[in-house]
């Protein structure tokens, strides 16, 4: 890595990410790198929206679709790579809307030691056991504080505390205080696109249509056909379940179009307003961009 700001290029779903960095990296020589925990796998690369070879051109692409789907995969582990990359990178260029990662590449990351495979595997076998409600008690009953802070129906934040109080011996409360920095906050130089409503959610209703075009039915086939468990990342890529209902004959297509489109509306109005409370940081250089074109 150079001596210039590591930029970070994010935003909520459909707001032209990939075409804005691919752009900036052609004008400053960059590498992207990606920040989206859905684009990470192999095998969904027409709903994860990963960026062509067409698109990609001559300009390095890092972390995209370089795992496979029946892999467990979480945030620490986007971390190890993306600092790596991060640091062999000419003029790095991170790129994606999974504001949790990026938040805490910036702001730094507690050391939570890695969690041995016996008790991810018995953690999640106790939840399809026996159900959302009572794995929630059995958390609460060994872990009471951090238990009152979560949605018994939150799957991943529930299997993550219970996972590492059992195989640690402490709360994951505990291990948050253990804040690990991977770069100075005033590294970073952050772009946050930003368009208008109407904009924002026709570019999504347009580009699921297009994702219909490319595939998406024949991707989420091919899915199914992997028998990776509903719980896993990759069964959460964006019309996933939709379009699974469709295949399965209890939707129409109009249907599963229509509350396709519908969920990646929603998401990407989560995604904006969380962009705007998470990342007011006095020493972080951001900009929030409009319009694209006059940037």
């Known amino acids: 890595m150079n001596s210039q700001k590591i930029i970070v290029i994010t935003g909520p779903t ?51 679709g370089y795992i496979s789907g029946a892999e467990e995969y979480n945030i620490a582990r986007w971390l190890g790579d993306s600092v790596e990359q ?13 504001g949790f990662y990026l938040k805490h590449l910036i702001f730094g990351l507690s050391t939570i030691p890695e ?39 939150n799957y991943q934040k529930t299997i993550r505390a219970y996972e590492v109080i059992k195989s640690t011996g402490k709360s994951i409360l505990y291990w948050r205080k253990q804040n690990r920095q991977f770069f100075p906050i005033d590294s ?7 368009p208008d409503r109407e904009i924002l959610y026709q570019n999504c209703n347009q ?6 075009e490319n595939g998406a039915i024949e ?21 996933v379940p939709e379009l699974m209902k469709y295949i399965n004959g209890e939707w129409t297509l109009k ?5 396709s489109q519908q969920v990646v509306r929603n998401y990407a109005k989560r995604q904006t307003t969380w962009f705007k409370h998470q990342f007011n940081h006095a020493d972080l250089d951001i900009n929030f961009v409009n319009d694209v074109t006059n940037y």
């Open 14 to 64: 459909a707001s032209g990410k990939t075409d804005f960095a691919i752009k900036m990296a052609a004008r400053i020589d960059g590498e992207i790198i990606n920040s989206d925990s859905l684009q990470v796998y192999k095998e969904n690369p027409i709903l994860s929206a990963q960026p062509t070879i067409e698109e990609r051109g001559n300009i390095p692409h890092h972390l995209f």
């Open 86 to 98: 991060i640091k062999e990178c000419k003029n790095p260029i991170l790129v994606g809307g999974t």
């Open 115 to 153: 969690i041995d495979q016996e008790t991810r595997d018995a953690t999640r076998s106790l939840y399809e056991k026996i159900g959302p409600e009572e794995f929630y008690q059995a958390l609460r009953s060994i872990d009471p504080e951090v238990a009152s802070n979560l949605n018994p129906n």
């Open 188 to 194: 970073f130089k952050m772009i946050i696109l930003h």
């Open 207 to 212: 580009r699921f249509l297009k994702q219909l």
């Open 219 to 239: 991707e989420v086939k091919y899915l199914m056909q992997q028998n990776f468990r509903v719980s896993t990342g990759i069964m959460k890529s964006h019309a």
């Open 255 to 259: 249907e599963a179009i229509e509350k």
